[in-house]
T-cell receptor
Framework: GQQVMQIPQYQHVQEGEDFTTYCNSS?????IQWYKQRPGGHPVFLIQ?????EVKKQKRLTFQFGEAKKNSSLHITATQTTDVGTYFC?????????FGEGTQLTVNP | NAGVTQTPKFRVLKTGQSMTLLCAQD?????MYWYRQDPGMGLRLIHY???????AKGEVPDGYNVSRLKKQNFLLGLESAAPSQTSVYFC????????????FGPGTRLTVT
C-alpha cells in the first residue's frame, strides 16, 4: 500500500532560525495535504497542493509539491514560538488519507 | 457549531474490559474516521465510514469495532482491551469527496493497565 515518509522526526531550532520538513511518497500522488498539531491538541488542516511543482505560501510558511508529485516540503522562515508543534503530510487513498509520521518542531526562545 | 466532539476525554481501563468511544459531528459530513496516535508513529487509521450504515477497515483494525447508525455519530468499540491499545484516539470527519480536508475532534486519551 501507499507509504508516506517524513524527515526529520524531530527538529529543535532557536527562535528566528528557519525550519524545513520533507515528505516522500512511495507512489505518485494526486495531491498532498499538510496538517499541524499543537502540543496537547488535535491535527488541523493547513493546506492542499495539487499541481506538479506547485508552491503556496501562508505568511512565513512555504509549501512545495515536487515535479514528479512524489514529494513535498514545508519551510518555515524565521520560526516563532507559536510554530511549535508536529507537522504532518498526508496523501490521498480513495476516501481516506495516509499520514506521514510527522516532524515535531520545538523552538527555543 | 461544536464541530467534532469526542466522549470521553480520558479513560483508564483494566485489561479485558470493554468500552465505547463516541464521536459526534454537527457539520453534516458524510465521511468519518477513527485514528490512533502513538509516539513516533503518526496517525494510523483504524476504521472509517463513507456514510450512514457503512464502515470499512483501515490500517490497524484488529481489536476494534465500529458502528455508524446515525450520520452524525461514529462509535468505536473495544471488546476486550489490551495494554497495546493504550493510545490517543482521534475522530475526524469530512465532506463527501473531500477526504483531504478532515476536521478532527479533541481526542480521547486511553490507558489500559
Amino acid at each position: 500500500g501507499q507509504q508516506v515518509m517524513q524527515i526529520p522526526q524531530y527538529q529543535h531550532v532557536q527562535e528566528g532560525e528557519d525550519f524545513t520538513t520533507y515528505c516522500n511518497s512511495s507512489t505518485t500522488l494526486s495531491n498532498i495535504q499538510w496538517y499541524k498539531q499543537r502540543p496537547g491538541g488535535h491535527p488541523v488542516f493547513l493546506i492542499q497542493l495539487v499541481k506538479s511543482g506547485e508552491v503556496k505560501k501562508q505568511k512565513r510558511l512555504t509549501f512545495q509539491f515536487g515535479e514528479a508529485k512524489k514529494n513535498s516540503s514545508l519551510h518555515i522562515t524565521a520560526t516563532q514560538t507559536t510554530d511549535v508543534g508536529t507537522y504532518f503530510c498526508a496523501g490521498p487513498s480513495g476516501s481516506r488519507l495516509t499520514f506521514g509520521e510527522g516532524t515535531q518542531l520545538t523552538v527555543n526562545p | 457549531n461544536a464541530g467534532v466532539t469526542q466522549t470521553p476525554k480520558f479513560r483508564v481501563l483494566k485489561t479485558g474490559q470493554s468500552m465505547t468511544l463516541l464521536c459526534a459531528q454537527d457539520m453534516n459530513h458524510e465521511y468519518m474516521y477513527w485514528y490512533r496516535q502513538d509516539p513516533g508513529m503518526g496517525l494510523r487509521l483504524i476504521h472509517y465510514s463513507v456514510g450512514e450504515g457503512t464502515t470499512a477497515k483501515g490500517e490497524v483494525p484488529d481489536g476494534y469495532n465500529v458502528s455508524r447508525l446515525k450520520k452524525q455519530n461514529f462509535l468505536l468499540g473495544l471488546e476486550s482491551a489490551a495494554p497495546s491499545q493504550t493510545s490517543v484516539y482521534f475522530c475526524a470527519s469530512s465532506y463527501v469527496g473531500r477526504p483531504d480536508k478532515q476536521y478532527f475532534g479533541p481526542g480521547t486519551r486511553l490507558t489500559v493497565t
